[in-house]
Nanobody
């Protein structure tokens, strides 16, 4: 079974940066996609970004384009989400998720993923 461990959340101020990490283990096929989602209090979980392990496919939500960068370190089986120019509306619990699907569709959707991490909190501090 696939296990995902997120890290890197914390408090951040206006315009600040954080880097989230998602370490994956236990997968059995060579092709997969890891996505980042977030969920703010009272809101539905939304797709933020995703990347296939061969870097062929990436996705960014409109709300984070130009500010967030997703990347792979296949040697470490880890995906990073570099978050820059953070805003109060970025406050949420961030989850990484795993699917054996690779492609340009559906990777922003919760239903496309089979495995989830425990989440890491990102909080905007004024």
């Amino acid at each position: 079974e696939v296990q995902l461990v997120e890290s890197g959340g914390g408090l951040v101020q206006a315009g600040g940066s954080l880097r989230l990490s998602c370490a994956a283990a236990g997968f059995t096929f060579d092709e997969y996609t890891i996505g980042w989602f977030r969920q703010a209090p009272g809101k539905e979980r939304e797709g933020v970004s995703s990347i296939s392990n061969n870097d062929e496919y990436t996705y960014y939500a409109d709300s984070v384009k130009g500010r967030f960068i997703i990347s792979n370190d296949n040697a470490k089986n880890t995906v990073y989400l570099q978050m820059n120019s953070l805003k109060p509306e970025d406050t949420a619990v961030y989850y990484c998720a795993f699917t054996y699907y690779t492609g340009s569709h559906f990777t922003d959707q919760v239903e496309a993923y089979n495995y989830w991490g425990q989440g890491t909190q990102v909080t905007f501090s004024s």
